[in-house]
């Protein structure tokens, strides 16, 4: 696997929060990759016991403050927080948003304190592109309005603006990354996208071309797009991760907080990725035209000049024939052990 080789974090125990998720695990690859321990932190409520390979698992609710005070005190030494740890399917935050607030703010809230108490003033967050909410102004730079629609979008600024305030009373240094759509998997195919119910747009349709599901509903065709359906900003899972190493360099190196959207600037409507599983993969997507769905937005992608000015940042692996090929072989080696009917 390519590592952040150039940014070695030299035996380093780092506290990874939903560490046994998607973008954690991989995050946890990477920080072993480049010389640190990871340290898991997760309940496993959605991630995967069999994803944390590369440190420890410390199983916790980080609402338990007081298992949490238990697990940072086993890790005296640990230099940085990484926090991925949320409710992240936008439809059950319309439908339960007492749980999400609870999971994404109190949770966040309690590990904040938690932080404090055990001394670790250097913290990674996990945003999203969903803070930004309606706006038609494309890319999107950090210092556009946010007005989140969903529940989700909300939860996630209001973490935002809590770690802002512990910033100016408290001295924690922070980057917050404000993720656009995660995608892709390990070059290893060890690890990948398992969400549970999945969502996203190219597990979905990699189970329609494969057979494990009827067609793909492809919701809005009518967008003012150029083929007229909805254009997002696909980053390859790993470029994910690497910017969290970089993150971590730059705090090293005196960077206090930040703001950066990681995202490839680069917007790729439904019918290209599509068109690139069908190429890649030798399937094409069985799919059939749905209507809209109410609070997609026709198109969202990133102004990525921050991630390069503040992290150094560039995507590597962010064409999305790469992200299909590598997605498409997590999927395959998964399949290949559960084999449908
Ligand atoms: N996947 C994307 O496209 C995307 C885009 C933007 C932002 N993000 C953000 O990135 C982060 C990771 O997303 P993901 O796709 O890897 O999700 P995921 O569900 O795969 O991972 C989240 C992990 O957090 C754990 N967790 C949840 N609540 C917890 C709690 N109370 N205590 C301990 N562990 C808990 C889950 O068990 C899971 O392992 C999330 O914060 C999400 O909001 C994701």
Redesign the pocket.
Known sequence: MDTAEHHKLDGQDILV?????????HVCKMIHAAGGRPIT????????EH?VKWGPLER????DREALDAALSRWPGASCVV??????EVGIGERDPANFYS??VV?ALTLLDAMRAAEIDRLIF?????TYGETETMPIAEDDPQQPSSV?GKT?LAVEHMIQSYHAAYGLNYVTL??????GADADAEIG???DPET?LIPIAMQAAAGRRGPLKLFGTDYDTPDGTCVRDYIHVNDIARAHILAMKQMESGLTRAEVNIGTGVGTSNREVLASIGRVTGHPVPYEDAPRRAGDLSRLYSDEGQAKKVLGFTPRYSDMDTIIRSAWNFHNSRWGETRAD
């Open positions: 929060v939903g560490g046994a998720g998607y973008i954690g695990s932190i997760d309940n496993l409520s959605c991630g995967h994803a916790i609710d980080i609402r926090h991925l740890a949320s409710s992240i999971n994404n949770g996990s945003s999203t592109c969903a989700y996630k404000r993720y656009f759509n995660a995608s996208e398992e969400h996203h």
